[in-house]
């Protein structure tokens, strides 16, 4: 009895010297991890954390087979209603293809949609006229319009479809007080809903702010609204789950939701590549306060 009692004691005293061994290594790789975390800008971390929720995302889609013909069906129809002068489906068609172009995503139908709609005459006055429409009432306080507006703006630009006309366009918006306002005030609402739980809105304010990016502009203005959507856990809750959603809903047939997965896997990779733009700034800015001449800190590789 005495015998496997001194056992027990042994190795009681055993397993809590290991156990204490184990504790110290845990907190020791704790300590590494916060100590590599801090050699990043938060705006880096930020960075990585919208890449990996864009890649994460991207990759339940992408070789999905169900998804894409829901999406490219959905596309082929907004194209055929555009042709026939309906704007809203312009707007779509224009938006799900300038996604598909930033995802690099079912490259064959992306260039045959770009070919069919480039010299088509119907659908290209159907999406002047709205925009045009759009701008105007932007510039009238129509904060939803003066969204759409530079939505659209952002992917024919991206597209390189009709230059001309929307080299116009950017010079007539860029200073324009009134529109600027009601895009903002337009943002802001949408922030303000996307915290109260709607993941419409939540993704929208996401889609516009990747507008800005493309077209560079209110750069101060959206600066601040990142900042205020990185703090806020619920308005990111809201717009991953809403995004899931349409992914799931895109995967059982329906198209509609398809293309607006599409457009928001877009806005977060161009997210990332926001708060990536703006930690670069930030490390040419140290180098400069520190007088290390034109030396620029590179960014340290997100893994």
């Known amino acids: 009895m005495n015998q496997e009692k001194f056992n027990l004691n042994k190795a009681r005293k055993e397993a809590e010297k290991h156990e204490k061994k184990s504790v110290s ?23 990585n954390y919208w890449r990996d929720l864009y890649k994460e995302k991207l990759d339940k889609i992408k070789d999905d087979e169900d998804f894409k013909k829901a999406a490219i069906k959905d596309l082929e129809n907004d194209i055929k209603l555009g042709k026939n002068g309906n704007s809203r489906n312009v707007n779509w068609a224009l938006r799900t293809i300038s996604a598909l172009k930033n995802l690099s995503l079912y490259e064959k139908e992306f260039k045959e949609k770009i070919k069919e709609i480039k010299d088509d005459e119907d659908f290209k006055n159907a999406a002047i006229n709205n925009l045009e429409n759009d701008i105007k009432s932007g510039k009238n306080g129509n904060s939803r319009a003066s969204s759409c507006a530079l939505w659209i703006i952002s ?76 703090e806020d856990e619920n308005l990111k809750k809201t717009a ?8 799931k809903s895109g995967k059982n047939g329906i198209g509609l939701n398809a293309s607006w997965a599409l457009e928001t896997i877009s806005a977060l990779k161009n997210i990332s590549e926001l708060w990536q733009d703006l930690a670069q700034e930030k490390r040419a800015n140290m180098a400069r306060d520190n007088k290390e001449g034109e030396d620029i800190p590179k960014r340290p590789e997100l893994k």
């Open 155 to 230: 992917a024919l630009k991206d597209l390189s479809l009709y230059k001309k006309e929307i080299k116009e366009k950017i010079k007539e918006i860029k200073d324009d007080k009134d529109l600027k306002k009601a895009v903002i005030n337009d943002l802001e609402n949408r922030i303000n809903l996307g915290k109260n739980g709607s993941g419409l809105n939540a993704n929208w304010v996401l889609k516009i702010i990747s507008a800005f990016k493309n077209l560079s502009l209110y750069k101060e203005e959206f600066k601040e609204k990142l900042n205020e959507i990185k």
């Open 25 to 47: 290594l845990v907190n020791e790789l704790k300590i590494d991890k916060k100590e590599k975390q801090e050699d990043f800008l938060e705006e880096e971390l930020e960075a």
């Open 240 to 247: 991953i789950n809403n995004l899931e959603n349409d992914i």
